[in-house]
């Protein structure tokens, strides 16, 4: 069972353009959201996050919405540069009696920036 | 500051062997995190450590899994009598506090595991 669905294994957009990338879930229960960036033979990073008492959070570049009635979140990234070309993943923390604060990830997006 | 480092980077084993990967955490963590990610997917969670304790390990595979970090810093997974289905990248991550709202976790650059 996939509680975090990553639907787009792929995307490429022009440098300077919008990157939009794309998460749903399942479980009402997750209430904060994480994006991690990842290049090829290193390990995740992380990018930004989101509690559910949000429904948008902003650094620079990068906004992160999140639309609870929809179980959809979106990371987006003005204007998209050459350096942002990885693969991102999206995840949200499992509770369990608050002493396991494992992630569960999506299966990740490949996002290509075209100079 | 130095981040998560693991070793070996990279370890070809043949089916049987056993092999030991190991992880160091960011000095001061709390949380000691094991994750595998096979070909094309994302990290999926090993096990947990809480200091010394491991707290959870539902997410190991089988019993040819093992895990420990027995001074709450440095942790070794062990995976005995390994099979190809083994084959993926282990990655460890750390994270200061334990539970609450400590969600954000640093990984390391993972171990890149081969069994032929």
């Known amino acids: 069972d996939q509680q975090v669905k990553q639907n787009s294994p792929s995307l490429s957009v022009q440098e300077g353009r919008i990157s939009i990338l794309n998460c749903d879930y399942t479980?009402?229960?997750?209430?904060?959201f994480l994006w991690y960036k990842k290049y090829p033979a290193e390990g995740p990073t992380f990018l930004i996050s989101?509690?559910?008492?949000?429904d948008k959070n902003e650094d620079g570049r990068f906004t992160v919405f999140l639309n609870k009635s929809a179980k959809h979140l979106s990371l987006h990234i003005v204007p998209s540069q050459p350096g942002d070309s990885a693969v991102y993943f999206c995840a949200a923390p499992r509770l369990r009696g608050g002493a396991t604060n494992k992630l569960i990830f999506g299966t990740g997006t490949l996002l290509a920036v075209q100079p | 500051g130095a981040g998560v480092s693991q070793s070996p980077r990279y370890k070809v084993a043949k089916r049987g062997q056993d092999v030991a990967l190991r992880c160091d955490p960011i000095s001061g963590h709390v949380s000691l995190f094991w994750y595998q990610q096979a070909l094309g997917q994302g990290p999926e969670f090993l096990t947990y450590f809480q200091n010394e304790a491991q707290l959870d390990k539902s997410g190991l595979p089988s019993d040819r899994f093992f895990a420990e970090r027995p001074e709450g810093s440095v942790s070794t997974l062990k995976i005995q009598r390994t099979q190809q289905e083994d084959s993926a990248v282990y990655l460890c991550?750390?994270?200061?506090?334990?539970?609450?709202?400590?969600?954000?976790?640093?990984f390391g650059p993972g171990t890149r595991l081969t069994v032929t």
């Open positions: 989101i509690s559910s008492i949000k």
């Open positions: 991550a750390s994270s200061l506090e334990a539970g609450g709202r400590s969600y954000e976790q640093y």
């Open positions: 479980n009402s229960m997750f209430d904060y």
